[in-house]
C-alpha cells in the first residue's frame, strides 16, 4: 500500500474514533511489515503511516509484536485455526465439511490487495521466522490439516491417518493455498476468475468438487489393494 493510499485510509473517520484509530494501526502495520518485515520496521514509523500517536500502539496491541501477531489473523477476517469447529464436526457428511473448509479458507480473496499483503506477509515470515512462525504453524497449519485429516478418516473408514492420508490432506488443502499463491497468475490469464465474489464463491464449489474425486479415488486405490489377487494370478506368480 502507498503512502497516499495510506494517508486516504487514515483520513476516512474522525481521529476520536478509537476503532478507526486502531483499524489505521492494523492497516498501515500490515502493508510496512509484508514490505520491510518485523526487524526493519519501527513503531514510530507504523504510527506515523496511520497518523495516529505512538502510544496508541501499546493502547490497542499491547506492544509492536502484538500487533505483529494480529496482522496475520485480523485482516483475513481470522485465524484459520478458529474456523475448525465448523467443519470438524463428526456429524457432518464428507462433501459438506470440505465446502465449509473451502468456503472459509478462501473468502478473503474477496478482500483484493489486502489479502495480497497477508499473503506476503506471511511468506515472509516463513523465510525470516520470528516467534510468530511457532503459533502459525501449530494453530493455522498443523491444526486445520489434522482436522482434515480426521474428517478424511471418518470417510475412509481409519481410527487414525496414515502416510496416505496424510498426503491426501496436503493434497486437499493445497488446492486453497494454490489460489492464494497463484492470485496474479490467475488474474493475469483470466481475471473474471476472482474479481467478484461470485467467482470466488463459485471456486469454494469446484474446489469441493474436486477434492471429493481426490477422496474417492483414495477410497478406491485403497479397496483394490484390500483385495486378494486372483487365484490365476497367484498361481502364475508361483510358476515364476
Known amino acids: 500500500m ?51 500517536n505512538i502510544s496508541a500502539i501499546s493502547y490497542y496491541f499491547g506492544d509492536k509484536a502484538g500487533l505483529y501477531a494480529a496482522t496475520f ?27 465449509i473448509f473451502f468456503t472459509h479458507m478462501i473468502e478473503p480473496l474477496k478482500q483484493g490487495e489486502i489479502v495480497r499483503q497477508c499473503i506476503q506477509l506471511h511468506m515472509r515470515e516463513m523465510l525470516e521466522p520470528t516467534s510468530q512462525w511457532a503459533e502459525e504453524l501449530e494453530r ?59 467467482g470466488v464463491d463459485t471456486w469454494a464449489q469446484r474446489l469441493t468438487g474436486y477434492a471429493i474425486a481426490l477422496v474417492e479415488a483414495e477410497a478406491l486405490r485403497r479397496k483394490t489393494a484390500a483385495r486378494p489377487a486372483p487365484a490365476s494370478a497367484r498361481s502364475g506368480r508361483k510358476k515364476t
Request: aromatic content about 6%.
Open 73 to 99: 489473523g485480523e485482516p483475513m477476517g481470522g485465524n484459520a485455526g478458529d474456523f475448525i469447529p465448523l467443519y470438524a464436526a463428526p456429524e457432518l457428511a464428507t462433501e459438506e465439511a470440505l465446502h
Open 140 to 198: 493455522d497449519i498443523k491444526g486445520p490439516h489434522n482436522a482434515i485429516a480426521g474428517v478424511l478418516c471418518r470417510r475412509l473408514g481409519l481410527a487414525r491417518p496414515d502416510d496416505d492420508v496424510h498426503r491426501l490432506t496436503f493434497a486437499i488443502t493445497g488446492l486453497a493455498m494454490q489460489l492464494f499463491v497463484s492470485q496474479d497468475l490467475v488474474e493475469a490469464i483470466r481475471p473474471s476468475l476472482l474479481n467478484t465474489a461470485r
Open 2 to 52: 502507498s503512502a497516499t493510499a495510506l494517508r486516504a485510509l487514515s483520513a476516512r473517520a474522525p481521529r476520536s474514533d478509537g476503532v478507526e484509530a486502531r483499524q489505521r494501526l492494523l492497516y498501515a502495520a500490515l502493508a510496512l511489515f509484508a514490505a520491510n518485515g518485523y526487524a526493519k520496521t519501527s513503531t514510530r514509523e507504523i504510527a506515523r503511516a496511520a497518523d495516529v
